[in-house]
């Protein structure tokens, strides 16, 4: 079963269950088949997005509990519409008091049941964590936090226990077996008669004596309270990237895998969801593995489903792409979530002439790389060596025991497997291979090979010990079976988060020829794409993955689709933007801010300009400028080079938001603020055109079209959490099936969907299974489309679409053309056939047409 188009939905305590229920008809009449649901497993109170699990087995009670859910499921299936569910299987959140998987370990230690369940060395290298956890959940310095009385025991007498609890907030339950002293210590007979005064006459930290007592009750638990800075260096634990509060899972292992997916699967097998998305399918310790075993267990529960829902699950991933890998057809999944269309799409938007012109001006502005993967390597190496410095020596160490295993590499020093581990992570151009240590497949080949050849490049001396790990991660050379696999898995279950880390959340936020290029699954180094190798893209997927998701807005976007497509219009008149530009961002420089956080700025503020938003609108400028200066901090922390999260430059972040709002709200930025709306004025109407060609490709070619809530109306989000601000429901239903709506207000957009939607119904087959053909467009406008045709059986969709809109829209003043604008451009068919597109598109930017052949 593979869904028409899915509708993505972010649930949290503001949107439940209940609130989705009653839109069922707006999203069936829109041509919806499928709700794609956030996580809905119990989630930390308060979660936004649901990805911080702390019970998978359950449903959130925060969005209504499983009731609420069946209500929902039974409200979407009256209109016909299914369910695909989003999983986490890679982490759970901890600290705090909500985990109980997680407090069962720090209880209990490596004799806990749920020992195996996270990813724990229990025997690491620095002798004062063997058998212990590291707890890196301080503010500050253990001494300092433990003399300033943040610190305290409190008994638990329903669960049995005693816990130090940190800040009210954090818990940590100490050792069963040290109950008994904290016992005959405050003369309590039992943990009910434990109460906070006996606690605090012997365990307070501001006291002395009492301190001592209480440092040295800490020293005997299974788990070592550390300041929250020291978890790179220190940390003995995989955690999700590097947030301490999200713990990864061992999902390898029958017992943990039983437990995340017991709620999944339950719900597929009563017919309540039609399939799962994976969550960060990367960070697993063997991806192909899991999503074959995830399989499996979907197909065992298939014949429980009700007799009219017994359909073949719908299975796909979240895998980032990178420049010339291609998703392995042997994991059994019908595609991923759609991030490589997303980067396509966008590429082919772009003119090429802007990228020489664009990077120069980058480079002359900031001081910074005019090419990417100057800034990639840069980036690669500061995250690796600052934030994962303790899992590098994890993964050195496992890769020196698999040395020592065998005669030909013993000689090979620790020391020397760690800088070989770290030049070939900084190497790579991938998220990670996918070898288990004793297999591989062939399609890591070419791509590892390159990141060996980078390596070798840059660390010449070590080469015989890259070329050792490469032969490990390729399924081959000496050495211990069982610790070549550990050490491959540690390696891999690193290389994924640096890549995520160091191009998603740094680079991304240094690199600024055009931002329209930075974004999740987005290859910057590549600004452009022609029109037959976007299509040949696009065929090629749609033959080995016809399931694939088609997106191009999500709950992690940077900034928003048509935010993006408004960008790329730049890119058609980058002389013109250089030449307004450079004037803005002097002006911002001469306020104290850094050239490249100006123009990364003023990008934003272009981009995301609502329409209907004037220089001279006191409150929308107001509101305008608050959410782009949060969107300033986090860039600019996220950049880690004025700021970061974890040192903050509160004072630098002051200037550029003064000079922000001074740009936007105040009197003194009335003459930019005026230079910058015009501007904005004259290209709104070419970058609308882009956000509808953009939209109606994602529902034309092979593949799932996903729409992200709300973007059926224009998208000019920023990055999270602006870009799961609440969606305007009510306004959706009303707008839809209206007429002569003014483009400002996102109506063509929603009618040009709605209505590809429903040739999508009228002919399924054709949609899901036709090939996918160029056409070659002649005449004076030929090098501004994109034509292709579809066909299956006797039924054929033909399609043209408008790239370049700099001018053509401007003639209308709308995202539409005059149709002699056209001219003389026609679409060459079979034989000597045409079409002329002056009246095939008239004064469309996107046309499509469904005929019998």
Excluded at 451 to 470: F, M, S, W
Excluded at 602 to 623: C, R
């Amino acid at each position: 079963m593979i869904p028409r188009a899915t509708y993505r939905v972010q649930f949290h305590a503001g949107f439940t269950f209940a609130d989705a229920a009653p839109l069922a008809d707006y999203w069936a009449d829109l041509g919806i088949s499928h709700l794609y649901a956030s996580p809905i497993a119990t989630a930390r109170k308060g979660s936004t997005h649901g990805y911080d699990v702390v019970d998978p087995s359950t449903i959130n009670p925060h969005l209504g509990g499983e009731q609420a859910f069946r209500d929902m499921a039974a409200a979407l299936r009256a209109r016909g519409l299914g369910i695909i569910l989003d999983i986490v299987p890679n982490h759970v959140a901890v600290g705090g008091e909500e985990n109980g998987w997680w407090l069962d370990v720090l209880e209990n230690g490596p004799a806990s049941r749920y020992a195996r369940f996270f990813d724990i060395d229990w025997e690491p290298e620095d002798a004062s964590l063997r058998g212990k956890v590291l707890a890196p959940f301080l503010g500050a310095p253990y001494a300092e936090v433990l003399r300033s009385g943040d610190l305290q025991l409190e008994a638990e007498p329903d669960l049995g226990r005693i816990s130090l609890v940190a800040y009210g907030a954090h818990r940590f339950p100490i050792r069963p077996e040290d109950h008994a002293e904290v016992l005959a210590r405050t003369g309590a007979a039992d943990l009910r008669s434990l109460s906070r005064d006996k606690i605090d006459a012997h365990y307070d930290g501001a006291n002395d004596a009492a301190r001592e007592r209480l440092h040295a009750l800490i020293e005997k638990q299974h788990w070592r309270l550390a300041w929250w800075r020291s978890a790179g260096d220190a940390i003995n634990w995989r955690r999700f990237f590097d947030i301490t509060e999200l713990a990864g899972l061992r999902i390898e292992e029958p017992e943990v895998f039983d437990a995340v997916h017991a709620l999944p699967l339950r719900l597929y097998a009563e017919g309540l969801i039609d399939g799962v998305r994976v969550d960060h399918v990367d960070g697993l310790a063997d991806p192909a593995g899991y999503c074959r075993r995830l399989r499996a267990a979907l197909e065992e529960r298939r014949a429980e489903r009700p007799a009219d829902r017994q359909n073949r699950a719908y299975l796909i991933v979240e895998k980032i792409l990178g420049a010339g890998e291609a998703l392995s057809s042997d994991w059994e999944v019908d595609g991923t979530t759609g991030y490589e269309f997303m980067n396509e799409v966008s590429a082919v938007l772009h003119a090429p002439e802007g990228a020489e012109p664009l990077a120069d001006f980058w480079a002359r502005i900031s001081g910074r790389p005019a090419d990417f993967q100057s800034e990639e390597h840069i980036a690669r190496q500061e995250i690796l060596h600052r934030g994962f410095a303790g899992q590098l020596d994890t993964v050195a160490a496992t890769l020196h025991r698999a040395g020592q295993s065998a005669l030909e590499t013993r000689d090979f020093g620790l020391a020397a497997f760690r800088r070989a581990a770290a030049a070939l992570v900084e190497s790579f151009s991938v998220y990670r291979t996918y070898g288990t240590g004793q297999t591989a497949p062939t399609a890591d080949a070419p791509l590892l090979q390159i990141a060996v050849d980078k390596a070798i490049a840059a660390a010449p001396l070590d080469e015989a010990v890259i070329r050792l790990i490469a032969a490990w991660l390729a399924g081959q050379g000496p050495g211990d079976t069982a610790l070549r696999a550990d050490a491959v898995r540690r390696f891999q279950q690193l290389s994924a988060p640096i890549a995520a880390k160091s191009v998603e959340d740094t680079a991304f936020y240094r690199y600024g020829r055009l931002l329209s290029r930075n974004d999740v699954g987005f290859d910057p180094a590549r600004f452009s794409e022609t029109p037959r190798a976007f299509l040949t893209l696009c065929r090629e997927r749609g033959e080995c993955f016809p399931g694939a998701m088609l997106t191009t807005a999500t709950h992690d976007h940077k900034r928003g689709e048509d935010v993006r497509a408004r960008l790329s219009v730049l890119s058609e008149i980058a002389p013109d933007w250089i030449d307004r530009a450079e004037p803005w961002v002097h002006e911002a420089a001469a306020a104290g801010v850094d050239p490249a956080d100006a123009l990364f700025v003023l990008q934003m503020i272009v981009g995301a300009w609502p329409l209907d938003l004037t220089a001279d609108d006191a409150e929308g400028l107001s509101q305008f400028a608050e959410r782009v200066a949060a969107w300033q901090i986090k860039a600019l922390r996220e950049g880690k080079l004025r700021s970061s999260w974890a040192v903050p430059d509160e004072t630098y972040e002051g200037v550029c938001t003064t000079h922000l709002h001074g740009l936007l709200t105040e009197p003194q930025g009335a003459a930019t603020r005026e230079q910058i709306a015009a501007f904005v004025q004259d290209i709104a109407p070419a970058g609308a055109a882009k956000g509808l060609v953009q939209a109606g490709l994602r529902l034309t070619l092979p593949g799932v079209p996903d729409l992200y809530q709300g973007c059926e109306f224009w998208d000019f989000s920023l990055v999270d959490p602006d870009n799961r601000r609440p969606v305007d429901y009510p306004a959706r239903p009303r707008s839809l099936g209206s007429s002569g709506l003014d483009w400002r207000s996102g109506g063509p957009k929603q009618a040009l969907i709605a209505e590809l939607l429903s040739m999508r119904a009228r002919d399924p087959d054709l949609f899901a299974s036709a090939d996918l053909s160029p056409l070659e467009v002649v005449g004076a406008r030929a090098g501004s489309v994109l034509a292709f045709r579809r066909r299956h059986g006797g039924r054929v969709l033909t399609v043209a679409a408008l790239l370049r809109t700099a001018d053509a829209s401007g003639l209308t003043g709308a995202p539409a053309v005059a149709p002699e604008w056209w001219g003389d451009t026609q679409l060459r068919l079979e034989g000597a056939q045409s079409l002329r597109l002056a009246e095939f598109a008239a004064d469309r930017v996107f046309a499509a047409q469904l005929d019998a052949l």
